[in-house]
């Protein structure tokens, strides 16, 4: 048996104000807490700073953590998508492979336990299957054009039975709202209906991702031509692209809506009404690293948004240590309190991904690690897992 204790103990939700003690199992599995009186002095072992339960990271490509590095920072989510696409085959198996192995093995290290990771390929079920971390794999689709849809849905298919021989949970989920058609966008809601998985979609990252589809004009259609992808079916006039595809994915199934750097607070009013499970998942250090600029966390707060952190892939952040998206978030919004961001990055983040009954706080008979953090009055620090 062990006993843990701190100066502070988060419990995924928020800090006990008790001070209990922590009892675990020989096996690091939380038997209950108990009181300090109770507990023989000399057993305890104590820290100083916070506990808190392992991350859980929302959203990671960990199968790009060979492009570090590769992309200049704050050029625009256009010259990123061009870049990603010309550029992530162009390396050996290995570098990829290795590539991968390390980014897994980093973030156990720095006290995630787990991930919402997307796929579009193959290259990371090997190491997330053997991985002590627990993934979500998130298998993305692309395709614009409806006329591709069913052979788009078919290719994922493909890709959702290697998935799963790997023994990895996953769901088929959209890449974003400019480059999946609402045809697509159906048959990925249906395939989940009858699943408890949730579903995944990067949303309004770019300021012109509402102008496309207020009035198809912006950045969006210089992609288009890039990628010779035919627009002519594509009809706007709506009032942003949070609008336009969230009526075409189911309203009870836990939906992570990824960087909403651009999102307006109408647009999240509507979108709560209209949809019941709504995670709105930030990932700043990437937003820094593509264009430079955050989300207004203000409007989600005051609206009671339930929010998730991720890191993104290697390919648009320096590490995927989530104490660094925290960091940046405290260092950005001085006004967001500790108790918030650790909820958003333990409990918030495995509810999103339905997995709350195992992590993201301290559940009798789990082991959903523990995290040791000190803190100055700007930032958290980590010390180490103790679980
Ligand atoms: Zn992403």
Redesign the pocket.
């Known amino acids: 048996m062990r006993y843990i204790s701190a100066t502070y103990i988060f419990d995924g939700k928020s800090f006990l104000n008790d001070k209990p003690i922590l009892i675990l199992n020989d096996s690091n599995c939380f038997v209950e807490y108990a009181k300090r009186k109770t507990i023989e002095k000399s057993k305890i072992e104590h820290y100083d700073g916070i506990i808190c339960p392992g991350f859980v990271n929302a959203?990671c490509?960990l199968e790009l953590s060979h492009m570090k590095g590769l992309i200049a920072e704050k050029s625009g989510l256009l010259n990123f998508a061009k870049e990603i696409i010309t550029k992530r085959r162009a390396f050996q198996k290995e570098e990829i492979q290795s590539a991968i192995v390390n980014a897994d093995k980093f973030m156990w290290e720095n006290g995630t336990v787990a991930v919402g990771d997307?796929s579009n390929t193959v290259d990371s079920f090997d190491v997330k299957q053997k991985s002590p971390l627990f993934y979500h794999t998130f298998l993305e689709l692309i395709g614009f054009d409806p006329e591709q849809a069913e052979y788009v849905f078919a290719m994922g298919k493909e890709l959702q039975r290697g998935a799963s021989r790997a023994d990895l949970k996953n769901s088929l989920v959209p890449h974003a709202p400019y480059s999946v058609s609402d045809a697509l966008m159906e048959k990925i809601s249906s395939d989940v209906r009858d699943t408890k998985f949730p579903l995944s979609i990067?949303n309004q990252e770019h300021a012109d991702e509402d102008l496309f589809f207020k009035s198809k004009e912006g950045i969006f259609t210089e992609l288009y031509e890039f990628l010779k992808i035919n627009i002519s079916h594509f009809e706007s006039g709506k009032p942003s692209s949070l609008q336009s595809y969230l009526p075409h994915l189911s309203p009870a199934k836990n939906l992570l809506l990824?960087h909403n750097t651009f999102t307006k607070k109408e647009d999240i009013k509507w979108a709560k009404r209209f949809h019941e499970e709504l995670f709105w998942c930030l990932?700043p250090n990437a937003n820094l690293y593509i264009e430079n600029i955050l989300p207004n966390l203000k409007n989600f707060v005051e609206e009671n948004c339930k929010m998730v952190i991720g890191t993104?892939?290697l390919a648009s952040n320096k590490s995927l240590s989530m104490v660094s998206e925290i960091n940046a978030l405290l260092k950005n919004f001085n006004w967001v309190q500790i108790a918030d961001v650790l909820k958003w990055a333990t409990y918030n983040g495995a509810e999103a991904l339905g997995i709350e009954n195992k992590f993201g706080t301290f559940i009798k008979g789990k082991n959903a690690g523990i995290n040791h953090l000190s803190y100055t009055p700007d930032k958290l620090i980590f010390e180490g897992k103790l679980a």
């Open positions: 959203h490509h997307i990067h990824v990932c993104d892939s």
